[in-house]
C-alpha cells in the first residue's frame, strides 16, 4: 500500500508543482497591476485630463460662441469611481507587457523550441499591435467623433431654446474606453488569423476566397463602433481591411514554413533508414 501511495504521489506532485507555479505568476501579476494602479490613481485626474483633451480642444475652439465649457457629474461617488476607472484601465494597460512575460514562463517550459520561436513575436506584436489601434482613435477618430456630434448642438431662437452638449463623467469615459478597448481588438487581427493559420483552422486560401465577405463584415463593425459620418467608418474600416490583407500574407508565411519544415522530416526519415542491408 505504501508504495502504491507513493507512486500516486509521484504523479500528482507534478500537476501541484504547476498550480504553485500559476499561483505564483498571477501574484507576481497581481501586485504589479496593484503598484500601477496606486500610482495610476495618483495621477488620475491628469489621466483623465488626457483622455478629456480631444474634447477640450474642440470646444475651446466654440467657447466664442458657446461660452465657457465643462463636464458634469450627478452623483457624489461618480468623479471618484470614474478615476477608479481610469486608474485600473492605465494600470492594466502599463503592466500588459508583464502579464504577457509571467504568461510565457509559465507555459515555455512546455513549449518545444519551434513553438517557442513561433510564440514569442505574437506576445511582442499584441500589445504593439493594440497600442497602434488606441493611437489612432485618440488622434483621428476622436477629434472627428466629437466634431460630428458637437454639429447637433443649435443655438436657439425666439420660441426655441438652445441644445448644448453637458457632457457627463462617468459617461464620457465610458465611450472614450469602449472606442479605445473596440479598435485594440480589432488591430489584433493579424495576430489571431496567423495562429489560426498556424494550428490549421484558417488558410491564406480560404480566407483570401472570403475576402469580399470580411469587407462587408469589417463596414458593419465600423458602423456600430464609429459615428455615422464616412469618414469616421472608413477610418476603421480601412485599417481594418489592410489588417486582413496583411494576415493572408502571414498566414502564407506559416504555411510555407510548415511546408518546409515537413518537407525536411520527410528527408530525415530517408535518410535515417539508410541503404538496404546486403544479405550475405
Given amino acids: ?13 507534478p500537476l501541484l508543482d504547476h498550480l504553485i507555479e500559476l499561483r505564483q505568476r498571477l501574484l507576481y501579476s497581481a501586485i504589479a497591476l496593484l503598484v500601477a494602479f496606486l500610482i495610476s490613481f495618483y495621477f488620475a485626474q491628469y489621466l483623465f485630463d488626457f483622455l478629456v483633451a480631444p474634447l477640450a480642444d474642440i470646444l475651446e475652439d466654440r467657447q466664442g460662441v458657446n461660452g465657457a465649457r465643462r463636464l458634469i457629474f450627478t452623483d457624489l461617488t461618480e468623479v471618484f469611481f470614474t478615476y477608479v476607472k481610469v486608474a485600473f484601465f492605465f494600470g492594466a494597460f502599463v503592466v500588459s507587457p508583464i502579464f504577457l512575460t509571467q504568461l510565457w514562463l509559465f507555459i515555455a517550459p512546455g513549449l518545444y523550441r519551434n513553438e517557442k ?24 477618430i476622436f477629434p472627428l467623433a466629437w466634431e460630428f456630434f458637437l454639429s447637433f448642438e443649435t443655438p436657439g431662437g425666439p420660441g426655441t431654446l438652445p441644445i448644448e452638449l453637458e457632457a457627463k ?17 480589432c488591430f489584433q487581427l493579424p495576430v489571431i488569423m496567423t495562429l489560426l493559420a498556424r494550428v490549421g483552422l484558417a488558410t491564406s ?11 462587408v463584415g469589417v463596414f458593419v463593425v465600423a458602423a456600430v463602433f464609429t459615428p455615422p ?8 474600416a480601412i485599417p481594418i481591411i489592410l489588417l486582413y490583407e496583411i494576415s493572408i500574407l502571414m498566414a502564407k508565411m506559416v ?26
Fill in 205 to 215: 486560401k480560404g480566407m483570401a476566397a472570403k475576402r469580399k465577405f470580411a469587407i
Fill in 117 to 140: 520561436g513561433a510564440l514569442a513575436p505574437f506576445l511582442i506584436a499584441s500589445p504593439v499591435l493594440f497600442l497602434t489601434g488606441a493611437s489612432l482613435v485618440y488622434f483621428v
Fill in 255 to 280: 504555411e510555407k514554413k510548415r511546408a518546409k519544415d515537413e518537407y525536411d522530416d520527410d528527408d530525415d526519415d530517408d535518410d535515417s533508414s539508410g541503404p538496404p542491408l546486403a544479405e550475405s
Fill in 1 to 13: 500500500m505504501t508504495g502504491v501511495s507513493e507512486a500516486a504521489d509521484s504523479h500528482k506532485m
Fill in 229 to 236: 459620418d464616412p469618414l469616421s467608418q472608413l477610418s476603421l
Fill in 169 to 185: 463623467v462617468n459617461e464620457y469615459l465610458s465611450l472614450v474606453m469602449k472606442l479605445i478597448f473596440a479598435f485594440g481588438l
